[in-house]
């Protein structure tokens, strides 16, 4: 069994697209810790869809199909991965999804 990447260079422009999206907006919602929280979040994107898109044969035949890429199993993948990660790093880092302030004791 090979296993390829069949991806053209406008399937690997939507994921990295796609990933940066989702990696902005996740470091937009609510209180974060570091700079760079988007980063993982989008790496852990595009790694998803890529895993779901490429290397999970039964679903290589769902369409549509956009050079190469799985569109829905590539944002399916991508989602699954990239929230998993978002909500390790946010609170690994002790940040957290509402921007409320808890209140100090006097």
Do not use: C, K
């Amino acid at each position: 069994m090979e296993l390829a990447i069949a991806l053209g260079w406008g399937g690997w422009v939507v994921v990295l697209v796609a990933a940066l999206v989702f990696g902005v907006a996740a470091q937009l919602i609510g209180e974060t810790r570091t700079g760079y929280e988007w980063l993982v979040d989008g790496i852990a994107f595009a790694l998803g869809a890529i895993i779901a898109s490429e290397f999970v044969i039964g679903w290589r035949a769902s369409e549509p199909v956009w050079d190469g890429l799985a569109l829905l199993p590539a944002v399916l993948g991508g989602l699954v991965l990239g929230v998993i990660v978002e909500i390790i790093v946010r609170y690994g880092t002790g940040g957290r999804y509402t921007t409320h302030q808890r209140p100090t004791p006097a």
